[in-house]
């Protein structure tokens, strides 16, 4: 039941990136938490802390079908030295921007478009990249681990950043943030060169549309965007952290996201046996439905601990997807489409936090915070229910079969 540590033993590379990317997310984390906190500081609305997902959601979906085609036929190295530069030239901006004696508004507006057209370039080179320098049997693992990675950082991060915005400001958060990039830049320079595929498909619009139209001929690839969509549109409760902090006090603002974290992290750290697991659709959509469980019981506590606690519970769930989502697309993707389908990964599970997002800051606006968070929960899992109906292969997919697909489309490929 031990976390699997052998993409770590086997690939130099990938203890580059994992340690790189550790350091430089734990810093990201902080500006995350803050930034929505600064923005219902700044204009005491909850509407318009929705509105910044929705500001991040369109260069991402605009951006995410570039960095996949880009992530197919070039370097990833340099893609992701790219990237990493320009998220920190925005949290330089974010820095200035906070020092001033009245911070603007359209500049957080703007940063966090920048950082998520950013993320959206350099995710699809990210993942893969991953699949091309540890082995496919390995895959469940390095879910895990990248995971785990995210789990560390989201844990320590918002709860230290609430604790350090209470008591300093976010010119200090904002700075913590910077000096983190400093790791993943140096990871990004040091890691070796992952030749491109030969025969890879140039950048162009025919290209993604033979990735899209790839995504949609696979039932068990088109469920797992489905159902986390689902799930994160309605049920994902961050745009309303700033608002319940107004409750409980700016100190537990941080507490929020670190408790969805403790929870993905239990999941994490006992995730060995999704290995032995191979009906990996129907786990995805269980896991969902009582991720919206936890949501409807984190909307109807009355006290912060109660509330803690239903949100860990939540978070292990969404982990248990997450693990099994991963999965299916590192094991079954053919190589030369993996840069691409990426990209609408990418799109998938961020269409729902960052429209979700918006939704949750108006719903709460206009009928409160308790009944935007209760009601997404419940929907959540209606919609879960309804999206299996529709999705028989998605419910029936085993792992293995998958494998063998690939393996089938790869040798046809090169024969």
Not at 279 to 302: D, E, P, Q, S, Y
Not at 359 to 365: D, F, H, L, S, Y
């Amino acid at each position: 039941m031990l976390l699997d540590l052998t993409p770590l033993r086997v690939s130099r590379d990938y203890r580059l990136l994992f340690f790189g990317q550790l350091v430089s997310f734990f810093g990201s984390m902080m500006s995350f938490i803050i930034l929505p906190w600064q923005m219902l500081r700044l204009t005491g609305s909850n509407e318009m802390v929705g509105y910044i997902y929705f500001a991040e959601f369109i260069p991402m979906v605009t951006l995410a079908f570039v960095g996949g085609a880009l992530a197919d036929a070039f370097d990833k190295r340099r893609l992701l030295r790219a990237t990493e530069i320009g998220q920190s030239v925005v949290t330089v901006i974010l820095l200035l921007n906070s020092l001033l004696p009245e911070p603007h508004i359209w500049v957080l507006y703007a940063a966090a478009a920048l950082q998520a057209g950013l993320a959206a370039l350099q995710r699809p080179a990210f993942e893969s990249m991953i699949q091309r320098i540890i082995p496919d049997e390995l895959m469940s693992a390095v879910a895990s681990l990248n995971s785990l990675r995210y789990n560390f950082g989201a844990i320590v991060s918002p709860s230290l950043a609430g604790l350090i915005v209470a008591a300093f400001s976010p010119a200090t958060v904002y700075t913590l943030d910077l000096l983190t990039f400093v790791a993943s830049l140096c990871a990004v320079f040091l890691i070796g060169r992952v030749p491109t595929l030969a025969g890879a498909d140039q950048p162009s619009l025919k290209s993604i549309i033979a990735g899209c139209r790839y995504a949609l001929s696979r039932q068990e690839l088109l469920g797992t965007y489905i159902i986390d969509i689902c799930a994160m549109l309605f049920a994902f409760p961050q745009a309303l952290y700033p608002a319940l902090a107004l409750v409980y006090g700016d100190q537990y603002l941080g507490l929020f996201p670190a408790a969805l974290a403790v929870g993905m992290l239990a999941a994490n750290l006992t995730s060995r046996w999704t290995r032995n697991i191979d009906r990996h659709g129907l786990w995805v959509a269980v896991a969902a439905a009582l991720w919206g469980v936890g949501i409807i019981f984190f909307g109807l506590a009355t006290s912060i601990w109660p509330a803690l606690f239903f949100l860990a519970f939540a978070g292990f769930f969404d982990m248990i997807s997450g693990i099994f989502r991963g999965t299916i697309w590192n094991q079954t993707i053919p190589n030369h489409l993996r840069g691409r389908l990426a990209s609408l990964e990418m799109i998938s599970y961020l269409t729902g936090p960052m429209l979700g997002g918006l939704k949750m800051g108006i719903v709460a606006e206009r009928y409160g915070v308790r009944t935007a968070i209760v009601s997404g929960g419940i929907l959540c899992v209606v919609s879960v229910a309804v999206a299996s109906v529709f999705l028989p292969n998605f419910i029936a997919y085993d792992g293995r079969e998958g494998i063998r697909q690939k393996e089938l489309e790869e040798k046809r490929r090169a024969g």
